[in-house]
């Protein structure tokens, strides 16, 4: 820390003007002012967290910037939402307003004790002088002044036992949180990050979900709890999107399903994971087995077999069979979360240590209404908790994923963009929210843009942890190295995410088409005279599709220290050159299997699948950028 | 010209006599007699028969069948000689297009002209455009299951039958949309009435009716059904259908394309019948949990279709849209901009306020109910030994933000308990209110939004209190509870019996008056749905059934000495055990090489990845119904791929087609 307190007491407060300007510039997400009641005494947000006077106090030098960071940040997230707010109003989601304002309200319940860390910044904020003029920020203000968010001050605990403190508003959601973390500790951002609570006095431990509010999920925690947040790596978190055939395919007990299950290459994994995802309706893993069951209130464990349904969990009763309609129901999801329990076998003497535990989040002490069940290896164990994950967030998990996967990727580059924004506002527009400027000279790939920043960001993703193969399109943009040799040994490129075929073989048939069936030959019919083309799909000459090697992906690239500049315009660097043009798709590869992929050009992938998710589907993080750069543009035109 | 003749009469070229008879299959029809060469084209022999019978009429749809050989002469530029046709075939001139009597999904009848000369894929087509239903290649047609002649004394009453068949689409267009309907059917109203019936779900079925109706007992019952489909590449008249026959029209493939409840009323209605009789029949099973949401949602859906709540065309009027988005944003300004109307609206908040009984169940106690002084405020709970110690503190009060409640309501005996599972960090703690009658809906309703955290100013508030005002009236059956008969032509006098909700297993399981409890309950979490999110809810349930989706044959599997059924589903083969029920084995599309038919011995074999062989013949259907469900599947999933581009008929032929030629 070299700079004088005097500084840093400066851009604090510029800091806290800034976001003052921002917060009240969200004309359509204004929080109700606070209830006039006196606050109840139940309230109480001791926790982890103080309020802000308090925490600013008690905090140590080194959490000071800590803190500033959050504050660029909650800038950056309040700039975020309202664009966001004028993205939803432009794209007819009037329900987004009644859905935030119920996410208000639900917080609004829990907000006595946070009001307290309002006020606080609130009154500080009346000592500070006029925030400066800045030309970059200086937004147009509607009139109405409303509150100022309310904000905690988390402990998160990393994975070297070193602490973090961290500011959280009652609005962000797991994902964000996890965003100024990557921020705040230069990890490599792939998608195993997780906040995960534990509670130790249950023993049982789980991940957020990156959509739960994280206020939310602490505010049921009692005030002298020893619960924690650990901001950690977790492979189980996505482990179904990565490799769908274990928890899709598995034949249970069965070996040699399993060694085939590991080879299953990229193209199948992923239209396995549209079937069950994208569907009408998300498809939820077959699942059933005996497990043990821990009885109310005893330390003894019984086995029964259990059957995992899109409605809850369920048991065959005794003397039954394991047909629907004898099924009894043990539980539903919609009350309850899951959780890992650790070391079950010693505290309450279960058969192992491959333990979950599903509770009511409210619940936290000893209770007969937890109920303990037990796996016998952690694999069974693992397929339950993802299923029971499945069955219970549904399709949101997978869009958790597809954002979780974009900003592993995107980390490095939108960092990097960030800081050219103001310069060289034209860059983002390559979003698909333009759409029709490819100033980087692409070829005309119709939408290629959400294709290549979810590859890129695949590539990220599984670069840091195993040794995956990206999934194909190579258009990288903003990595600017040497197009990769070996093209023509690169599989074909893969359809987009959702917008793929379905399946590799099925497609064969329509080989059959091409060559007029050289297979078995149908017998003729009676009467019919010409030999008719015979239905086979024999295509002996069709090779499998060409394994996946190729080069490893490119180095991964660090993102950028947290950049408070990214706020004060004219402390900017020069802006970093443009990324150069793209490689050139690759040359599809003469052995592509499935001939009809090649007759059709590439489904464009569609953007406005379900509008309902802001954000949803990596796609957004794209609009947003280029939302902000149109937002950073007129800005400039008000001033000038 | 065919027919040179000497002075003497005798024909001098190669001409004979051809025998034509005018009409549809029958052997007393008309005939007319043309003198032909075997040169001579089909159009010149149309033309002829037109001219020789010498009536006004439109004949443009008339082509003539050969009944020896079950075809068309379609090709108008063949020859007589080209096409094998001597003198001794019979010949009949009639109409293409043929009435038959369609059973939709939704059990009703329809008639409607149907190709009989064209593949049965491109007649589906048509019927699907007709009706205006998007992806046709979903559907098919199965023949009507033979009559079992019943006793005389159960007279079947007079079911209405809808008539489309004068209605004539003009061909390629998709039919313009007038007063919220394809325009063909707003011609009439009595085509406007058979839009209605196809849009809009039907009122429950009579619970005894539903007793009645077949259904399937064992695995090999359920493969019955799927003996009947009609070959999709051959015509109507090629399979034995003859006009005014009976057909079912029915979703065949469970792949369902893009479902948009905003441009698929019918395709949505249709498809939440069929998924609704397919568990109303037990053709798919389901746990008693599951039943009770899919009964809440027939109710809610009833309820919505019947009280005219069908919700306006949406999406018909973007701008109406941006106006609503424009209107609702303008609403939040104002809300945040007066912060004395929020804080009026926030003082306002309605309590409820009341002498109730309390139980709460404890061990070691025998203590019952007790009477107290509640006091209902945003989501929290409190109560008082008396009015008077109100101010004061209260024995308990309980937050009832993620409760669980739990009707306990017993009409007959005027029993209106609510049950509350009260999370704490301790816990869940149970308490009993006990209402009376008339407190009752208020209560409920506000203890409900409160487990969802929404207070009693939500603007659901009042709508659930009336949803629960009409539950309970249900209950009181016979009584005729007020209001709740809808106006509809088949709600029934005595109002609605939940025995039409669920399947008949559970009519012989529950008592009506047990079953009216958990419908209630689980209608809960869908009474806010509109019409046509609960149709995509209903479907969405029934598609995450287990067993979903799967058509059963009965097969031999090469090798094996007894029958065992194969499911066939969207992506994967099952082998299941036929005495048992249990999966075998499961083979999946994506892993499939290729598949044979062979067509003489009746069997089908597949080729899987890493040489795994399958062989099987079928017992129960046709091996084609086989071959075609297999390759229909695999057509279904490359849709995704040529999202947007006409339907490839001739690759959905070319998959499912057999051993005929093209």
């Known amino acids: ?640 | 010209m065919a027919g040179m003749k000497t002075a003497s009469g005798d024909y001098i070229d190669s001409s004979w006599e051809l025998r034509v008879f005018v009409g549809e299959e029958d052997p007393e029809a008309e005939s007319v007699t043309l003198r032909v060469t075997g040169e001579s084209h089909i159009g010149g022999v149309l033309l002829k028969i037109v001219e020789q019978i010498n009536r006004k009429q439109d004949w443009s749809d008339h082509a003539i069948w050969w009944e020896q050989k079950r075809q068309w002469l379609l090709q108008t530029h063949w020859t007589l000689d080209k096409y094998g046709i001597l003198a001794d075939a019979r010949l009949f001139f009639g109409p293409q297009h043929r009435p038959v009597i369609l059973r939709l999904p939704n059990r009703r009848a329809l008639r409607l002209r149907a190709s009989f000369s064209q593949p049965l894929f491109q007649a589906v087509a048509a019927i699907c455009r007709l009706l205006s239903i998007r992806h046709p290649e979903e559907l098919s047609l199965l023949r009507a299951p033979e009559k079992k002649e019943k006793k005389k004394k159960e007279k079947e009453p007079e079911e209405e039958l809808y008539d489309l068949s004068k209605v004539v689409l003009a061909g390629g267009v998709a039919p313009a949309l007038f007063r919220g309907m394809p325009a063909h059917f707003s011609d009439s109203a009595q085509t406007e009435a058979c839009y209605h019936m196809l849009s809009r779900p039907q009122p429950p079925p009579d619970p005894l009716l539903l007793q009645r109706l077949p259904r399937p007992s064992s695995l090999s019952d359920k493969t019955q059904l799927h003996s009947r489909w009609l070959d999709s590449s051959r015509c109507l008249m090629q399979q034995g259908i003859k006009a005014g026959d009976a057909l079912w029209l029915r979703f065949k493939y469970y792949s369902f394309f893009d479902l948009d409840p905003k441009t698929d009323p019918v395709r949505l209605t249709q498809l939440y019948e069929q998924a609704r009789w397919d568990l109303l029949l037990e053709e798919i099973d389901c746990t008693e949990e599951e039943m009770m949401v899919f009964a809440a949602l027939q109710y809610h859906i009833n309820k919505l279709s019947q009280s005219g709540e069908v919700g306006e065309p949406a999406g018909t009027d973007p701008g109406l849209d941006d106006l609503d988005v424009a209107l609702s944003n303008l609403e939040v300004k104002l809300e945040g901009s007066a912060p004395t109307d929020v804080l009026d609206s926030l003082t306002t908040i309605p309590e409820l306020k009341d002498h109730l009984r309390i139980f709460r169940p404890r061990k070691l106690t025998l203590k019952g109910y007790r009477q107290h002084w509640v006091v209902f405020k945003e989501t929290t709970l409190s109560y008082y030994k008396s009015q008077d110690e109100a101010p004061g503190d209260p024995i308990q009060q309980l937050n009832l933000k993620g409760c669980e409640v739990v009707p306990d309501v017993n009409v007959s005996g005027q029993k209106f308990c609510i049950k509350l599972l009260v999370p704490s960090p301790e816990g869940m703690s149970e308490i009993y209110l006990r209402c009376q009658d008339q407190q009752y809906a208020r209560w409920m309703a506000g203890c409900r939004l409160a487990s969802k955290g929404r207070t009693m100013a939500d603007s659901s508030y009042t709508s659930e209190v009336q949803a629960i005002l009409a539950f309970l009236s249900l209950q009181r059956t016979g009584s005729g509870g007020p209001g709740n008969h809808p106006h509809g032509p088949d709600a029934s006098a005595e109002g609605l019996n939940p025995y039409g909700l669920v399947a008949p297993r559970f009519q012989r399981k529950f008592k009506a008056k047990q079953l009216t409890p958990r419908i209630l309950e689980a209608h809960q979490n869908v009474a806010q749905l509109s019409l046509a999110e609960a149709q995509l809810r209903f479907i969405q349930a029934w598609q995450s059934l287990p067993d979903f989706g799967i058509s059963y044959v009965m097969v031999r599997f090469k090798g094996s000495r007894k029958d065992e059924i194969l499911g066939i589903a969207n992506n994967r083969l099952i082998r299941i055990d036929l005495a048992v029920g249990d999966v075998v084995k499961t083979w999946r599309f994506s892993n499939m090489r290729q598949w044979n038919v062979n067509w003489d011995i009746r069997q089908v074999a597949i080729e899987f990845d890493e040489h795994i062989n399958v062989a099987f013949s079928c017992v129960s259907a046709s091996c084609r119904i086989v071959h075609e469900y297999i390759g229909g599947y695999i057509f279904l999933s490359t849709r995704e791929r040529a999202r947007g581009e006409e339907l490839d008929e001739d690759l959905f032929l070319q998959l499912t087609g057999g051993h005929e030629a093209f």
């Open chain 1, 1 to 640: 820390m070299g700079e004088s307190s005097e500084d840093i007491d400066q851009m604090f407060s510029t800091l806290l003007g800034e976001m003052d300007l921002l917060t009240q510039s969200l004309g359509v997400d204004t929080l109700p002012p606070p209830d006039p009641n006196p606050p109840r005494a139940e309230f109480n947000y001791s926790v982890g967290f103080k309020d802000l006077n308090e925490s600013l106090n008690a905090l140590e030098d080194q959490d000071l910037d800590a803190l500033m960071a959050d504050l660029v940040a909650d800038i950056s997230e309040a700039e975020q939402r309202t664009i966001q707010a004028q993205k939803e109003s432009l794209q007819n989601q009037h329900h987004s307003a009644s859905l935030q304002a119920s996410i208000f309200s639900g917080a609004a319940s829990l907000g006595y004790g946070t009001n307290v860390a309002a006020t606080g910044i609130s009154q500080y904020e009346d000592d500070l002088p006029p925030p400066p003029a800045d030309p970059v920020l200086d937004l147009p203000l509607p009139p109405p002044p409303p509150e100022p968010l309310s904000q905690l001050v988390v402990k998160v605990h990393m994975n070297d036992n070193s602490t973090k403190s961290l500011m959280v508003d009652e609005r962000q959601l797991a994902r964000d949180v996890l965003d100024n973390l990557f921020e705040k500790t230069h990890c490599d951002c792939n998608v195993d990050w997780c906040l995960y609570e534990i509670y130790p006095e249950l023993q049982i431990e789980r991940f957020f979900e990156d959509h739960e509010n994280v206020v939310e999920v602490l505010s049921d925690w009692t005030r002298d709890t020893e619960n924690k947040i650990l901001f950690l790596e977790k492979e189980e978190k996505y482990a179904v999107f990565k490799n769908p055939q274990n928890f899709y395919l598995d034949n249970r007990g069965k070996k040699e399903s399993k060694e085939t299950n590991e080879k299953m290459n990229a193209k199948n994994k992923e239209s396995l994971l549209e079937e069950s995802f994208c569907g009408t309706s998300i498809i939820v893993p077959e699942l059933e087995g005996a497990l043990y069951l821990k009885e109310d209130g005893k330390k003894s464990w019984k086995r029964r077999y259990f059957l995992l349904r899109a409605s809850g969990i369920y048991y065959v009763p005794k003397g039954k069979t394991k047909t629907s309609r004898d099924l009894a129901c043990f539980i539903q999801f919609e009350n309850v979360n899951i959780y890992y329990g650790t070391q079950h076998k010693m505290k309450y003497k279960a058969p192992t240590d491959y333990c979950f535990v599903l509770k009511h989040p409210q619940i936290q002490k000893e209770s007969q209404y937890i109920k303990y069940l037990c796996c016998d290896d952690t694999r069974t164990l693992n397929q339950w908790v993802m299923g029971i994950r499945i069955a219970k967030y549904g399709k949101t998990l997978y869009d958790n994923y597809q954002r979780a996967v974009a900003k592993a990727g995107l980390a490095s580059r939108w960092t990097n963009l960030g800081t050219v924004n103001a310069a060289a506002p034209a860059q983002p527009s390559t979003g698909p929210k333009t759409g029709t400027t490819q100033p980087n000279g692409q070829i005309p790939q119709a939408t290629h843009s959400v294709s290549a920043v979810l590859q890129e960001a695949q590539r990220h993703a599984e670069t840091s942890k195993d040794k995956k193969p990206a999934l194909g399109n190579h258009h990288d943009p903003a990595v600017p190295r040497a197009p990769h040799a070996p093209k023509s040994s690169l599989p074909p490129p893969p359809p987009v995410r959702r917008s793929s075929d379905t399946s590799g073989s099925p497609a064969t048939p329509l080989k059959a088409k091409g060559t007029g069936g050289g297979g078995l030959p149908a017998p003729p019919d009676d009467f019919l005279p010409p030999p008719p083309p015979p239905p086979p799909l024999d295509d002996p000459e069709l090779p499998p599709p060409p394994p996946d090697f190729m080069e490893p992906p490119p180095d991964f690239v660090p993102p950028p220290p947290p950049s408070y500049a990214g706020i004060a315009g004219s402390e900017l660097p020069p802006p970093p050159p443009p990324p150069p043009a793209p490689a050139p798709a690759p040359v599809p590869d003469s052995a592509r299997p499935p001939p009809a992929v090649a007759k059709r050009p590439p489904v464009p992938p569609k953007r406005q699948e379900n509008p309902g998710h802001p954000g949803g589907a990596g796609g957004g993080e794209q609009d947003f950028m280029s939302d902000l750069m149109k937002a950073l543009q007129k800005k400039r035109g008000n001033v000038s």
